[in-house]
């Protein structure tokens, strides 16, 4: 089988079963029932790194980050084929010689990621016996400046951020959500849409990947009446975030556009947003709505407003995330409605909006 295709292959919990079963009879079980992998083959050794790593609680990873591991993978083979190396033949040269590669090749984010990836299956490696030394130890990751700043010296200076609108250009942008459709079929069910896409993108702050989730059932009322949603985040992280009064009407204006029942039922699982084109065919499964699909959106209605053409969806969510410190949000709070896995994360925006504010503060004292 080829290396590349192993994640693939391994995308079933069905699959992850039967290799359980085939340990035994492989004899890759020591006298303590533990993995001993010191005489397997480098097939098996891939295929138990990739089952042990891909399978959290007996569930697969997101899709998202399977993307990450392919590319991960793949890179780590190219460079093994390359140099006509196969992964027996790592050893601490080896490991150095890849570090350097990836630090050489990389944004600093893309090597961590990439070098975590290949610390792990060293570890693994390690741990089983495949390897006999902790080579995992030689491997150095770069430093990685967090925040969203933009890394170029000029924009450094003037601490210009990199993927953040203000106020007023997010609003422009999201009046020509709508706009955008160009096909008069369910060309009102389509701008509906689009606005609410839009709305949540601005008011939300969920990443791209959450937006698309997003089923029916995902909405709910309080005791109180407020409606609020659960969105499922990075690895598979639970958390709340509250709607607000418009794009509520807008999220039940959609729902009666296309014909389905605006009453909330958290067992809907059915997707939010989907392809509506072919939804009129008899027993048409629902698509749900792709993240090209989404990308195009918004690069539209950027175009359209004459705006930054740099601008993605993931731009909405650091603009809702300082617009909600601006306006004196608690830190805690936008940390958990964000989704943020470290405080410190959030509390990157929070320096940036007190230094924002600087001047206002400084303006009440009277020095003259």
């Excluded at 295929?47 to 399977?66: A, D, I, Q, R, V």
């Excluded at 997707?271 to 993240?291: D, M």
């Excluded at 608690?330 to 320096?351: F, Q, R």
Aim: aromatic fraction near 12%; hydrophobic fraction near 35%.
């Amino acid at each position: 089988m080829n290396s590349l295709s192993l994640l693939e292959e391994l995308a079933s919990a069905d699959y992850l079963a039967h290799l359980q079963q085939e340990l035994s009879r492989k004899h890759l079980l020591d006298e303590h029932r533990n993995l001993n992998l010191s005489n397997s083959s480098e097939q098996e050794f891939l295929e138990l790194f990739f089952s042990m790593n891909l399978f959290k609680e007996g569930k697969p990873l997101s899709p998202h980050t399977m993307k990450a591991y392919r590319s991960d993978a793949k890179t780590l083979l190219i460079f093994l084929m390359d140099h006509s190396l196969s992964f027996r033949d790592i050893g601490f040269p080896e490991v150095k010689a890849y570090n350097r590669f990836i630090t050489d090749t990389y944004a600093a984010k893309s090597a961590i990621r990439k070098l975590e990836f290949f610390r792990r299956l060293l570890d693994f490696g390690y741990e089983t016996q495949f390897y006999q030394s902790h080579l995992s130890t030689w491997i150095t990751k770069p430093a990685s400046k967090k925040g969203h700043y933009s890394k170029s010296k000029q924009a450094e200076k003037n601490r210009t951020p990199l993927r953040e609108l203000s106020q007023a250009d997010a609003e422009r942008i999201l009046s020509f959500f709508p706009q955008i459709v160009k096909s008069k079929r369910n060309q009102e069910q389509l701008k509906t849409r689009n606005l609410l896409i839009g709305y949540l993108l601005y008011t939300t702050g969920l990443r791209a990947s959450e937006l698309l989730s997003l089923n029916w059932g995902s909405f709910r009322y309080s005791r109180q009446g407020h409606v609020f949603v659960d969105v499922i985040g990075k690895g598979n992280k639970e958390r709340t975030v509250p709607i607000r009064e418009e794009v509520k009407r807008l999220l039940f204006d959609y729902r009666e556009s296309i014909h389905e029942p605006t009453e909330l039922d958290p067992s809907d699982q059915s997707p939010l947003f989907f392809a509506l084109y072919n939804r009129e065919a008899v027993g048409q499964e629902k698509k749900r709505l792709t993240y090209a699909a989404l990308y195009k959106i918004v690069k539209e209605a950027v175009e359209l407003a004459g705006r930054n053409t740099h601008v993605s969806p993931h731009w909405f969510r650091h603009t809702f995330v300082t617009m909600m410190l601006e306006h004196d949000v608690p830190l805690a709070v936008v940390k958990d409605w964000a989704g943020h896995a470290d405080i410190s994360t959030t509390n990157m925006y929070l320096e940036r909006v007190n230094q924002d504010k600087m001047h206002a503060h400084l303006d009440k004292v009277q020095l003259f």
